[in-house]
């Protein structure tokens, strides 16, 4: 099957943890996003990967940080988390190849609750 | 939501009837993308456009640059049509910033 995977569905955690979140898409894609998607269900970029280049949505604080082993693969940290990283985060790839189609595919998101 | 504004912000329908969703757009957007997100929160992609129109089954989409807006249609809706839609578009030149959407139109379809 090709398409983008999350884990965990979903994570309850303390203020001050450390947290990480998995992202797997098979489907060859050269680009892999990072979303926000607050209670007010609007979603919001925090992270763009392609070919070893980040881009950083500036109102992302310091302690999101992306992780990437491989094309395929872009992991989210976040160092010490606060009330207000109570959201479900949202991974998607594409591809950004001349003469492709540049879709978005979303995988089913990770709801974290901070307590 | 200030550069995708969605109308309506919710919707209730009739098995059976249509309506029509829109994006209106403060971005020069260059492609739009429609999306149902599920109760599960999952997001599934219904069309990808650049200006001009698709349509796949009961759904009909088209994008205008030029006016910028992008307009959704559902035909004959079904209760499995219930969900938020979502339109994001792609601002020119600036790809790298990812997919910047609306606030939602959430879609109610009853017998």
């Known amino acids: 099957e090709t398409a983008v995977f999350q884990t965990p569905n979903y994570h309850v955690t303390q203020v001050g943890n450390e947290v990480s979140f998995n992202c797997k898409q098979t489907l060859g894609h050269d680009t892999m996003y990072w979303y926000k998607q607050d209670s007010k269900k609007l979603l919001k970029i925090m992270f763009s990967y392609n070919n070893k280049q980040l881009i950083v949505n500036e109102t992302v604080p310091r302690r999101f940080s992306p992780q990437s082993s491989d094309k395929a693969h872009l992991n989210l940290r976040i160092k010490s988390v606060e009330p207000e990283d109570s959201a479900v985060y949202l991974c998607?790839?594409?591809?950004?190849?001349?003469?492709?189609?540049?879709?978005?595919?979303f995988g089913p998101g990770t709801r974290l609750t901070v307590l | 939501g200030d550069k995708v504004k969605q109308s309506p912000s919710a919707l209730s329908l009739q098995e059976g009837t249509n309506s029509a969703l829109r994006c209106n757009f403060s971005?020069?957007?260059?492609?739009v993308q429609w999306f149902l997100q599920n109760p599960r929160g999952s997001l599934m992609n219904l069309f990808y456009?650049?200006?001009g129109t698709k349509e796949n089954g009961r759904l009909k989409s088209a994008f205008d640059s030029k006016e910028s807006y992008s307009t959704l249609h559902i035909r004959d809706a079904q209760l499995e049509d219930s969900g938020t839609y979502f339109c994001a578009a792609e601002e020119d030149g600036n790809y790298a910033q990812g997919l910047t959407f609306g606030l939602g139109t959430r879609v109610s379809v009853f017998p």
């Open positions: 998607a790839s594409s591809s950004r190849d001349w003469g492709s189609s540049y879709e978005q595919y």
């Open positions: 971005i020069a957007a260059t492609t």
């Open positions: 456009l650049v200006p």
